[in-house]
Structures are given as structure tokens and as C-alpha cells.
């Protein structure tokens, strides 16, 4: 079956621009992340939907991040004034909540660069 | 804070040679444990997890990991590599599901296989 996928696969932006990036996730999942992964780290988490809703947006680094999720499928994370130090890769995750330590299963991601 | 310490950014091994990716986490109370892979250009993928079963964890592609509460650690093995095995390795926690389910990660290390 289909995976989750993200798109743009690539983002090239300037400076104080606005971007959204795009996650479908796999079919009938409930939950949906979005995690940071800037290069020669690990992942970090930004926020987390089940269904509609942000249920925990702690990971968010400022207001200029906005994520939404409608209809409780795709979601979309937009970054506002985008400043060099959001150069990153994008990671969307969905599983299907069910239970404890549910596998999260990952997108190949959205590579942003701001110049 | 919990966190994830991954010992070692790169670890080069030869092709048949044990592989051995060193994880420990820190946290009063046992969490649930990944390890994921991420190919280039790739999503991360789910390698194995921990959730208080059985402390040996069988994984795809024929590694395994160990629970050892008492050294607070899930290191990933594999028996014999291939050159298949080449990618980066993310050890990851979380204390489980919905807005706990929030994965912290690793640094990640970079597994080298020499032919």
C-alpha cells in the first residue's frame, strides 16, 4: 500500500519568505507528527494531530511555525518570515494509534533550504 | 530531561563482522525503545521496538536488540553485515501513545560497510 508521502521533496526559499509543506499520510491514520531534522542530528519532534487536532504543539520553536490538519488526513506545516537557521530536513510521520508505542511510520521528507 | 545518547556518530565495520550501534537513554522510568534506519533520500524506517515484553527484540533484516534496564541501554546488533547494511541508525524513546507517543531520537550513527 501507499506510504506517507511529503511534497515538495525539495524547497529552495530566501530569506523572510513563507512556505508550506505538505504530508499525506497513510490512509486511516489517526495520528500524524511532524519532526525537524537539521543535518548531523536526530529528528525532533515539532507537533502532533489526532484527527483535526493539535494535540501537543510543544515542539514548535517560535510562532513563526503554523501547522494544520482540516479534515484530519493531509496536513500541511507552514513556516512564516523563514530566517537561514530553518534550513532543515521535514519528516511527517502517521500511525495508527492504537495503543502504546505505536510504529510511527515516516515520509521520505521535505528538504528546505533558506538562502 | 530524557534523552537519547547514541555512542558514536560513525562506526565502520567489515562485510560478515559483528555490528554492534550502542544506544542508552536517560530517564527515571523505562520508556518504550526503536531503532530506526534511514537510507539517503529515504524515510526513516522501523528496524525493532521494545515494549516490556521480551528484553531480546528481533528485528527486519536480522538484527536484534537487548533491553538491559539496569545499564539503561538498547543496543542494536547484527551478527554479520552486509554491504546493504550501509545507511544511518537512529536509536529513539518514547513513554507511550498519542502526545506521549512523541519520539526523542538520537544523533545517529552512520554505519560504513568495507567489502
Known amino acids: 500500500g501507499a506510504g506517507v508521502s511529503q511534497t515538495p521533496s525539495n524547497k529552495v526559499t530566501e530569506k523572510g519568505k513563507y512556505v508550506e509543506l505538505r504530508c499525506d499520510p497513510i490512509s486511516g491514520h489517526t495520528a500524524l507528527y511532524w519532526y525537524r531534522q537539521s543535518l548531523g542530528q536526530g529528528p525532533e519532534f515539532l507537533i502532533y494531530?489526532?484527527?483535526?487536532?493539535?494535540?501537543?504543539d510543544s515542539g514548535l520553536p517560535n510562532d513563526r511555525f503554523f501547522a494544520v490538519r482540516p479534515e484530519g488526513s493531509v496536513s500541511t506545516l507552514k513556516i512564516q518570515r523563514t530566517e537561514r537557521g530553518d534550513s532543515a530536513v521535514y519528516l511527517c510521520?502517521?500511525?495508527?494509534?492504537?495503543?502504546?508505542?505505536?510504529?510511527?511510520?515516516f515520509g521520505p521528507g521535505t528538504r528546505l533550504l533558506v538562502l | 530531561a530524557q534523552s537519547v545518547t547514541q555512542l558514536g556518530s560513525h562506526v565502520s565495520v567489515s562485510e560478515g563482522a559483528l555490528v554492534l550501534l550502542r544506544c542508552n537513554y536517560s530517564s527515571s522510568v523505562p520508556p518504550y525503545l526503536f531503532w530506526y534506519v534511514q537510507y539517503p533520500n529515504q524515510g526513516l524506517q522501523l528496524l525493532l521496538k521494545y515494549t516490556s515484553a521480551a528484553t531480546l527484540v528481533k528485528g527486519i533484516n536480522g538484527f536484534e536488540a537487548e533491553f538491559k534496564k539496569s545499564e539503561t541501554s538498547f543496543h542494536l546488533t547484527k551478527p554479520s553485515a552486509h554491504m546493504s547494511d550501509a545507511a544511518e541508525y537512529f536509536c529513539?524513546?518514547?513513554w507511550g501513545g498519542g502526545s506521549q507517543g512523541n519520539l526523542i531520537f538520537g544523533k545517529g550513527t552512520k554505519l560504513s560497510v568495507k567489502p
Open positions: 494531530f489526532q484527527g483535526t487536532g493539535a494535540a501537543d
Open positions: 510521520a502517521s500511525s495508527l494509534m492504537q495503543g502504546q508505542a505505536e510504529t510511527q511510520y
Open positions: 529513539a524513546v518514547s
